[in-house]
């Protein structure tokens, strides 16, 4: 999710539902999901969530919306790598992003 994010030529909001950042991570999401605190942006108290520092380290802040779907919305308006290829806001993932959910990690 981080790659896809960071690889995203539009500055503007992006709302995904679960089973479109499924196909992105190329793994499912936890049942956890549907709580609003698993899309928190603030620190963990008490735990490491990888999914956090997915979408914040890529610049965006995590906003879940009705019907099972999330709106990821930028923090800065910092401009994109240079060479950063475009990526389908709706279609399948490009090479690579689901060997990164492979091995246990929800989104990397």
């Given at each position: ?6 690889h995203?030529r539009?500055n503007d909001?992006l709302?995904l539902?679960?089973?479109?950042i499924?196909r ?5 999401l936890p ?6 605190e ?5 620190p ?5 969530e990888v999914?956090?520092n ?5 610049g ?5 919306g009705p ?8 923090a800065d308006t910092s401009s994109r790598?240079?060479g ?11 090479e ?11 989104i990397?």
């Open positions: 999710m981080r790659r896809f994010l960071r995203r539009h909001d709302t539902t679960f089973f479109e499924e992105i991570i190329g793994a499912p049942k956890a999901v549907g709580k609003a698993w899309w928190s942006n603030a963990p108290k008490d735990r490491y999914q956090r997915a979408w914040l380290d890529a965006y802040h995590a906003v879940p019907k099972e779907t999330v709106t990821f919305r930028r790598p240079a950063s290829e475009a990526l389908s806001e709706r279609g399948a993932p490009p690579g992003l689901r060997q990164e959910a492979s091995g246990g990690t929800i990397k």
